[in-house]
């Protein structure tokens, strides 16, 4: 992300992960950690929605950590639907916030993963901030968000998704009253609209 971007390594159950810190200046509020798009359709911990929140969490004073899941870049084994990549998260975590404020965001793939990884860390942990862009609620199963963090949690979702329909985060999100912040016109990859996406997330942690 830029020049004092460390990069580092982790040990997961299918082995080497490799993995991006960025710190705040003065002292961190806490560690956030990113989770990057679908690994079979070139999603990295690059992507550039995944560096917009990392931007937007390093403003307002958080340390942030992505990684690439298993079978993506350097880091080692083999995709596996979700489920193995929700134990890296959770094994991230484990090693880099195993105490203190913690928060988790992800975009597209990565909020099917992180939402997996947040039920198995609620409540045994507090999480003061979440995340969600690009929620692939269309073709996976995305945990909810329990009621005790919806105040503390921001979905975005651009109008015109082609990849993740609306009306699909719509269905995952009605039952569960969450509230769905929409970008009109916005496609998946928000393409002329970072800024704008980053300026709600930050609005949304500074709140």
Do not use: Y
């Amino acid at each position: 992300m830029n020049a004092l971007t460390e990069k580092f390594t982790l040990q997961c159950e299918a082995g080497v992960i490799e993995a991006l810190r960025d710190v705040p200046e003065g002292v961190s509020k806490g560690v956030a950690i990113v989770a990057h798009p679908h690994p079979l359709f070139g999603g990295t911990m690059d992507n550039k929605v995944v560096q917009t929140l990392a931007r937007a969490f390093v403003q307002c004073g958080w340390t942030v950590v992505r990684f690439n899941f298993r079978g993506v870049g350097g880091s080692a084994g083999e995709h596996d639907a979700g489920v193995g990549e929700a134990r890296d998260l959770l094994a991230v975590v484990a090693q880099v916030a195993p105490t203190g404020a913690l928060a988790i965001a992800g975009f597209s793939f990565g909020s099917f993963v992180a939402s997996h990884a947040l039920a198995a860390l609620w409540p045994q942990r507090t999480i003061e901030k979440v995340v969600f862009v690009g929620t692939a609620a269309e073709r996976f199963t995305v945990a909810p968000v329990s009621p005790d963090l919806h105040d503390k949690t921001l979905v975005i979702h651009g109008e015109q998704d082609d990849t993740v329909s609306l009306a699909s985060v719509m269905d995952w999100a009605r039952p569960q009253s969450l509230p769905v912040t929409v970008i009109p016109g916005g496609g998946h990859f928000f393409h002329g609209q970072l800024p704008l996406l980053k300026s709600l997330v930050v609005r949304h942690l500074q709140a």
